[in-house]
């Protein structure tokens, strides 16, 4: 009888000075690595146990194979438990859809765990990295991107919005930047990456033993762990440039940041998306995310800019704990499902949005997907922090 190979591989390397580091390495090729509930249910003890260990002085989290380091989240549980939800006498209580609520609670208590370790991560982020691989990778505290590092938060496409802390971390982007990434879903390469802030390296894939190579034989545990870290990708990061080691594209993002801030900065999401889809180009990337939007969910578009003007005074704890409350609203209506049969079930590509227009949308309906049913202290993630 064949066993079934973990969907996370765990190791240990020992420094020269003895100390160690932790390695997580995805393990699910054939799904991207899109996450699981599995998953999270064995990288967050693992995490917690090495950050609670004097002698592990830094975690390293990749993924295996060339393609990606995480494509998302593992939707074909969710889409089950959905339709199960919505033909049962209890679809308007969005408590009442365990899994989702089981899903998303560890998902982002994982996330959370990360943005808040109390060591250096390094995040290796290699190939496609979209939406709940972006959740993974943003709170690490060292992030690398490579010159195959394709990164997305591209929800919209399947009616949900940019959670696992995307609320967050796109209102912190440069300018409007982060507006016009959750309404397009457009991919960054590894200086997008940069430039919107959720990577720190861009180091050539090559180079990728050699680094931990050099991690090995670093003094750690003098209580500057964090900057030894720094100073071997800085390292990496000049070699890769220095010796043409790998070609990293130019910044979309930084060329047309001028544009996408005249766009995103008109008042109302109806002038800003009607401004997006006038554009007149034949630039490939502006193509692209134009088409994206024009094709998503009108009530993700929604979705996605409320929340980036709503989560702006919230700590981090309490973005999780309002997108948790977001996503069994999506969960319980129509579009998050409906978008993944669509792209993901039947592959017809030919979602019907609920509501088909963003002017069908009325400020009752955005505003009921943020109606918490728990009190503060009963909230599922009353406990995450501050």
Same mark, same amino acid.
């Given at each position: 009888?064949?066993?079934? $190979?973990? @969907?996370? #591989? ?7 000075? %003895?100390?160690? =580091? /932790?390695?997580?390495?995805?393990? +699910? ?88 370790? $109390?060591? @250096?991560? #390094? ?7 979209? %939406?709940?691989? =972006? /959740?993974?990778?943003?709170?690490? +505290? ?25 609320s967050w971390f796109l209102a912190r982007m440069p300018g409007k930047t982060g507006v016009f ?62 010796? %043409? ?142």
């Amino acid at each position: 009888m064949n066993q079934v $190979a973990a @969907p996370v #591989l765990f190791e240990e390397l020992t420094a020269a000075n %003895g100390r160690r =580091i /932790g390695i997580a390495t995805l393990a +699910s090729e054939k799904t991207l690595h899109a996450i699981s509930l599995e998953m999270v249910s064995l990288l967050t003890p693992q995490l917690q146990q090495w950050q609670a260990d004097p002698e592990v002085a830094m975690v390293l989290l990749q993924a295996q194979g060339e393609k990606a380091f995480c494509a998302g989240g593992d939707l074909q549980q969710l889409y089950r438990s959905m339709r199960e939800h919505h033909a049962s006498p209890e679809r308007e209580d969005i408590r009442a859809n365990h899994y989702a609520a089981e899903f998303f609670e560890q998902e982002y208590r994982l996330d959370y765990l990360i943005h808040s370790f $109390a060591k @250096p991560i #390094l995040c290796w982020g290699h190939g496609i990295v979209m %939406g709940g691989g =972006i /959740g993974l990778m943003a709170g690490c +505290s060292h992030r690398v991107v490579t010159e195959k590092s394709r990164l997305a938060m591209p929800e919209i496409t399947i009616g949900l919005y940019p959670d696992v802390g995307g609320s967050w971390f796109l209102a912190r982007m440069p300018g409007k930047t982060g507006v016009f990434l959750a309404l397009t879903g457009a991919n960054l390469n590894a200086n997008d990456a940069l430039f919107a802030g959720l990577a720190d390296y861009r180091v050539a894939q090559a180079a990728k033993q050699s680094v931990i190579d050099a991690l090995l034989l670093q003094p750690w545990g003098q209580g500057c762990d964090a900057e030894l870290l720094d100073r071997v990708l800085a390292a990496a990061q000049g070699a890769s440039v220095q010796e %043409g080691a790998a070609v990293f594209a130019p910044s979309n993002l930084r060329t047309h940041y001028d544009q996408i801030e005249a766009l995103c900065r008109r008042p109302s999401l109806p002038e800003i998306v009607d401004g997006i889809l006038a554009l007149q180009t034949d630039d490939p990337w502006l193509t692209k995310a134009m088409a994206t939007l024009r094709a998503g969910s009108p009530g993700s578009a929604w979705l996605g800019y409320a929340l980036q003007k709503r989560v702006r005074p919230l700590s981090l704890a309490e973005v999780f704990r309002l997108e948790f409350v977001v996503s069994l609203h999506c969960a319980a209506r129509p579009d998050f499902v409906e978008g993944i049969r669509a792209l993901i079930i039947e592959k017809d590509q030919k979602p019907q949005w609920n509501p088909a227009s963003l002017g069908a949308a009325t400020p009752e309906w955005v505003e009921g997907f943020f109606a918490d049913p728990w009190s503060p202290d009963q909230h599922p993630l009353a406990d995450l922090g501050v």
